[in-house]
């Protein structure tokens, strides 16, 4: 039986053991970079086709694992695979944790995961291809501090509490800082958004409200000297990245697309128009959006790049795992006329980068198939660490895929969670659900003065095959009754007995008004 919540009333990649002091190669200067982002020429829209060979490789590894009975492991087959996954638990032990979440950074925009129209990516394509790629990774739910809390806690966003981008922790909740501080650690976190969370666990604390600058050197000022130096630290840093509006491109979208004479700028209320008046898109406003949030990808890069070049010249990346992520993608007009991210449920906001690296530990250059899901960071960290996880996780360590990249089975769905509503998403293999049973067209954007919010259509069931149609634009549900009700059962499965934590919370105004003015309809 599915769980009934309450929702918002009237609304809504084997492991060879080399060198520990392995540093990987430096991120290319960005002035380089930025000359080629501009001088490339622009080609037709390659991403759909990377993501289609993406999602066919994971169906082909699903599979040949389902002929070989490993359909829905959990953990490798045969004695082999037990020892194999001995082999890394605990090899961190000690060891520095770096996590680096960039937000609104969509996958397919980075040239490691396919991005091909112009080079956005160079720093973090060195830093990914540096260890072990997740080439279909999942975001919890398209929200910022819901995301971000499910990879601090490897909770569900209704197990952690935070459904909504406002909502707090529950004090007792292990996290990440909190499990690592208990084993010894510094902790610190420098964030550019979400400063007015109740954020837990930090030794040292900082956020600068959107000046990603700011964040990136008093993280480097942190790392040099995080307290007692004979500790290990954790080190996390959430950068706006490519939030919008896009203003990390600076004027950069100007020259990779110059002559545009549209309405379209690095403005939120030049974006929030499109969307409360309704405006059609043409090809040359596409065009200029594209190198809008192109142009804050380069910029994000070149964030990355300070930061994880200042800490590889202060030797705090040796004997250190860095985890790249995101929180989550952006719409970009692909549904619903929506330009942002928080209303979707599409693979555009819930497919994220994922890579970890550690030199001399994990395998450079490595692919993961597999779907999984920022709820198995956290385990993953800590078995990698040899720290004892939490009583209660809803992800699973990455270990297996870590040692065998390449091998680990079919893999397991991966599943998304939409505030306090019974909105569900599960891909499982190429197939994609979106599951609606309230039938609610969520509130998106504020409306213009006077007028409701705007609101994000999403049927009662929506199907999609991945490998055929990635940008989700034709609905199956109606002719694939088999597959429907086999991935509703997914969801019911996943979802009818895990606790539910999620309180309604009164949101401070400060943190109100944080939101209203990243775009956000604050409940
Ligand atoms: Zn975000």
């Known amino acids: 039986m599915r769980r009934r919540l309450p929702h918002p009333s009237g609304q809504q990649a084997p492991v060879d053991r080399v060198s520990r002091r392995s540093e990987g190669p430096a991120p290319a200067p960005y002035a380089a970079a930025l000359d080629e982002a501009v001088a490339t020429p622009v080609p037709g829209a390659p991403a759909a086709a990377v993501a289609a060979l993406a999602m066919a490789a994971f169906a082909a590894v699903a599979a040949l694992a389902a002929v070989a009975g490993m359909a829905g492991c959990r953990a490798p087959s ?83 509490g935070v459904e909504e981008n406002g909502n707090g922790f529950p004090d007792d909740l292990p996290t990440l800082p909190k499990l690592l501080k208990k084993a010894g650690y ?50 996390w840093v ?22 545009y004479e549209g309405s379209l700028g690095p403005k939120k209320w030049r974006l929030d128009a499109v969307m409360t008046q309704h405006q059609r898109l043409d ?19 070149r ?49 994220v980068p994922l890579g970890l690296a550690a030199p001399g530990l994990l395998p450079a250059g490595a692919r993961v198939p597999q779907a999984v899901e920022l709820i198995d960071v956290l385990p993953t960290v800590l078995e990698l660490l040899g720290v004892p996880p939490p009583p209660r996780l809803d992800g699973s360590s990455l270990v297996r895929y870590l040692e065998r990249p390449g091998g680990g089975g079919a893999g397991k769905p991966a599943f998304s969670e939409y505030g306090a509503s019974r909105i569900h998403t599960v891909v499982q293999h190429s197939w ?18 006077g007028q409701p919010p705007l609101r994000f259509p999403i049927a009662r069931t929506e199907l999609y095959d991945l490998a055929h149609d990635p940008g989700e634009t034709a609905n199956l549900a109606a002719g694939n009754a088999v597959e429907v009700a086999l991935l509703a059962r997914l969801i019911d499965q996943r979802f009818a007995h895990l606790p539910h934590r999620a309180q309604p919370q009164p949101i401070p105004e400060k943190l109100r008004k944080e939101l209203r003015d990243l775009g956000y309809v604050a409940p």
Not at 97 to 115: E, F, K, N, Q, S
Not at 129 to 154: K, Y
Not at 283 to 298: E, G
Request: proline fraction near 6%; charged fraction near 20%; hydrophobic fraction near 40%.
């Open 432 to 449: 994609k659900l979106v599951d609606n049973p309230d039938r609610l067209e969520p509130a998106c954007i504020p409306g213009p003065p």
């Open 303 to 351: 964030l990355a790049g300070e930061l994880l070049g200042g800490l590889r010249r202060a030797g705090r990346l040796d004997h250190t795992l860095v985890v790249v992520a995101a929180d989550h993608g952006e719409e970009l007009y692909a549904h619903h006329g929506y330009l942002y991210h928080a209303c979707s449920v599409y693979q555009t906001t819930l497919r």
């Open 186 to 235: 510094g902790t610190g976190a420098f964030l550019s958004n979400m400063c007015d969370a109740n954020h837990q666990g930090w030794d040292a604390f900082g956020c600068s409200g959107g000046k990603d600058g700011r964040t990136v050197r008093e993280a480097l000022a942190w790392a040099a000297a995080p307290g007692d130096a004979r500790r290990p630290f954790l080190l």
């Open 78 to 160: 045969g004695a082999g695979g037990a020892a194999a996954a001995r082999r890394l638990a605990g090899a961190a032990r000690g060891w520095n944790v770096v996590v680096l979440t960039i937000d609104t950074l969509r996958a397919d925009r980075l040239g490691i995961y396919g991005y091909a129209r112009r080079p956005t990516s160079p720093g973090l394509d060195a830093q990914l291809g540096a260890g072990v790629v997740f080439d279909n990774a999942f975001a919890q739910r398209a929200a910022t501090w819901p995301s971000l809390a499910s990879l601090l806690s490897g909770l569900y966003p209704s197990g952690h």
């Open 238 to 259: 959430h950068l706006f990245g490519a939030h919008p509006p896009y203003y990390n491109g600076g004027d950069l979208a100007d020259r990779l697309d110059p002559g």
């Open 283 to 301: 090809a040359a406003d596409l065009r200029h959006l594209d190198a809008l949030y192109d142009a804050a990808v380069i910029g994000s890069d």
